[in-house]
Structures are given as C-alpha cells and as structure tokens.
C-alpha cells in the first residue's frame, strides 16, 4: 500500500455531489450553495472542529468557480509568504476576471502583522480570501479582518455522516472495495472519531492495515479499541473530542471538582491541545463562574495566559494544572455574567433611554447653558466618598441589576452596599 496516499486523500471529495455533512451550508437551497450556483463568493471564514471538511470545502469552492488557487499553512507560513502569495494572485488575474482565491489553513496561528499584510489585498479584491480555523474568529482574527469576510460555522459530522462515509470507504476505495470488510460494530469507530471525518478514516486505515493478513475483517469496538491502544502514535490525537472535552473541562471547575478538572485537563494536553485555547478558557471561567466571589481567580487566569507563551510545552501543563485547581477550588459566583446579562436585557427591552441631566458632561457654553451636570455631585466631597444620587435613567430607578450571592467576599460588598444605599440593595 505503500505506493498509495492516505486514504483521507484518496476519499477527498472533489465536487458537492461528493461532500458529507454541512447540509445547513451547501445542501439544497443553503447559503453557500446558492452562491456558487451562481458562481459568486466573497471572502469568507470557515470555523469547525478538525476534519469537518473546512479545506475540501475551499477546493470545491475554487474548482466550481474555476478560479485560481493559492494555499498557504498558518503554521509555517510568514508576512514574506503572504505577500509572495498575493503577488502571485496578482499576476493570475487577468483584467475584470474573478479574483483568484487565496486559501490560509489555521488562520488562527497568524499574527497581528501577518493578518494585516492580507487587509489591503482582501479590501481591493486581489484576492478572495478563505480562512479555516478551529478557534472562534472574534478572539482569533483581527477586527478590520474579520469585518470584511463572512463567517460559516461547520458542525462537527453526525452518526449518520460518519455511517454514509464509512459505506461510501468500503465501496468506492480504491484499496478498500477489494477486501472482504464488514462493520458489525460502529460504536467505537464512532465514539473515537469525535465527528472528524479524518480521524474516522484514519482509524479505518489504521484497523484495516493490522488486519491484512484475513481474507475478511469484520470490525467491532473490541478490535477497534484494541488496535488503537496498541498504535497511540498512528492516531490523530489532535482536537480529540474538541467540544465535549472543553465543556466537560469548564463543567467540572464550575461544579468544584478538581479531581475531574484536572482529568479533561489532561485529556486535552494528552490529545495536543494548543494551551493558549486552554488558558482562554480559564480566563472565562475565572469571570463567569467564580467572578466576584475570589476576584483573584481572574488574576491567576489572565497570569496563567501570559506564562505559558513564555514557557511553552511541556511545562505550561503545570501552570495550567496549578490555575485549574485554584479555579475548582475556588467559590463560586455567576453575579457578574447573571447582571451583564440581565442589564442586557433591559436595554434591548427600554432602547436608547436618554442620560440623565446631571450625568451628562458639559464641555461648551452650549451644553452648560442646557444644564448638562448642573446637579451632578462629586462622590469624593463628601464622608465616606458616597452621596445619594440618581444615576440610571428615571425610568429604572428602581431596578436592581446586580444580585449578591452568598459568599464572602460579595457578602462583604452586599454589607457596604446596604450601608450606602439602604434599600436600594438588598
């Protein structure tokens, strides 16, 4: 088999008729098959899980619309290659033609500088620019970036995806349709792809080599799980159950149980989880799920981020080790997500309520003959640094926002808070 590709490049769709999954983006009538039936696409971002399809897609894209293609690996790829690259496309176009199609896999892993060599080409339409990445675009792809490309979420591949391409494997293959292989079993195959496509194909890949020998094979969970056991290096650990490991993960600090945090933590370093994306998640949960009742936990959070850039695998796996149990450990509190969404809601429900007279600031004749802050009363001419004043809007004088809960530290607040403001806070 050797004179062969892999068998997730052999099964590498080429056209629509061949893609699996991602019907809500190119199945009849979707968003993104309406575009390229009418052989228009603008600069987009595909986010998804690992081997959900995000570069077959992009192939597909450019042969439908028979454009030029242009690839370039975030990993290895700096601002010279960018530019190289946009060059090249420059030169392909030919007068009012399409603009060549230029495809950046990970575009996560560029810098500010190296996302900003793109600004101009996308901007003008040198280039249509299609990104893949496996990490939320709002905090991985810069503002001017992103506001110029569509973004499309791809769903990690259902039971029946991973079963319709397990069927289509064994009978279209160019290796494969000429064994004796039967699926008696899919539990396993299933449960350790995670949704990846790639994954499940190199799994099968992985069972089917060991077992050439037999005149037939006949796949179960116990020869599945076996093999892999048996061949840890040969199977793509990478984003291992992506999703499901990082809520259990962030579950699990929130329910105060290190000895699980600190498992789904290993979980993912085991499974080669980039640490920033780990430490990000810290970060939100030190502010979402512990908040004000150990404010310090955003502290170590934040700290945690910026110490593993300096240090790197393996040791980040201790800092993140040391911040996960801090964070398990920790007590918990939800008041500040709870009052940011609740103040959330009100403004949708009351719109742009007028600022009161006396908050306003006053900075021309005009504006203090209107008695902008005529009234206002500065908190720090007065014992304690408090005096009672007004400062939501008329209509939302009597609306709390923000609940203490009962811990510590936010009891203490509640105390001063009832102290200043009587009933207001209660």
């Known amino acids: 088999m050797s004179g062969y590709p892999p068998l997730a490049e052999r099964m590498r769709p080429t056209n629509l008729e061949q893609y699996i999954g991602q019907k809500h983006l190119v199945g009849k009538g979707a968003v993104l098959r309406k575009m390229l039936d009418r052989k228009v696409i603008s600069s987009i971002i595909l986010w998804g899980p690992p081997g959900v399809g995000k570069t077959t897609l992009a192939k597909i894209i450019s042969k439908q619309l028979e454009r030029p293609f242009f690839v370039l690996s975030a990993i290895n790829s700096g601002v010279k290659d960018v530019r190289e690259a946009i060059e090249k496309a420059r030169k392909a176009r030919f007068f009012s033609s399409p603009s060549p199609i230029l495809f950046i896999d990970e575009i996560h892993r560029f810098s500010k500088s190296q996302q900003d060599s793109l600004l101009g080409a996308v901007e003008e339409g040198v280039v249509t620019l299609i990104g893949a990445t496996t990490e939320n675009p709002s905090f991985e792809v810069i503002s001017p970036l992103l506001s110029r490309c569509q973004v499309y979420v791809l769903k990690a591949l259902e039971k029946e995806d991973l079963l319709e391409l397990v069927d289509k494997v064994l009978s279209e293959d160019i290796l494969l349709k000429e064994k004796n292989i039967k699926v008696k079993e899919d539990t396993a195959l299933l449960r350790y792809s995670g949704g990846d496509a790639r994954k499940l194909l190199n799994i099968l890949e992985l069972v089917t080599n ?217």
């Open 210 to 426: 060991a077992e050439i020998s037999s005149e037939t094979i006949e796949i179960t969970d116990e020869l599945v799980t076996t093999h892999l056991q048996q061949n840890p290096a040969q199977y793509d650990k990478n984003g291992e159950m992506h999703y499901d490991i990082v809520s259990a993960f962030i579950k699990s600090i929130r329910g105060s149980d290190p000895n699980a945090a600190v498992y789904w933590l290993a979980r993912m370093v085991e499974g080669g989880e980039d640490p920033k994306f780990i430490a990000r998640r810290l970060i939100i949960s030190a502010s979402e799920d512990i908040g004000l009742a150990n404010p310090n936990a955003l502290l170590l959070a934040t700290n945690c981020f910026e110490a593993i850039k300096m240090v790197g695998w393996p040791e980040a796996r201790i800092i993140l080790s040391q911040v996960t149990i801090y964070l398990a450990t920790s007590p918990k509190s939800n008041s500040a997500y709870q009052a940011i969404k609740d103040a959330q809601s009100i403004v949708k429900q009351t719109g742009n309520l007028p600022v009161p007279l006396h908050l306003r600031n006053a900075p021309t004749k005009l504006m203090k003959e209107l008695n902008y802050g005529k009234e206002y009363l500065y908190a720090h001419s007065y014992p304690n640094n408090f005096v009672e004043q007004d400062y939501l809007p008329d209509e939302l004088q009597k609306q709390q926002i923000y609940h203490p809960q009962n811990n510590p530290q936010e009891a203490k607040a509640n105390e001063r808070m009832q102290f200043l403001w009587k009933d207001r806070y209660k």
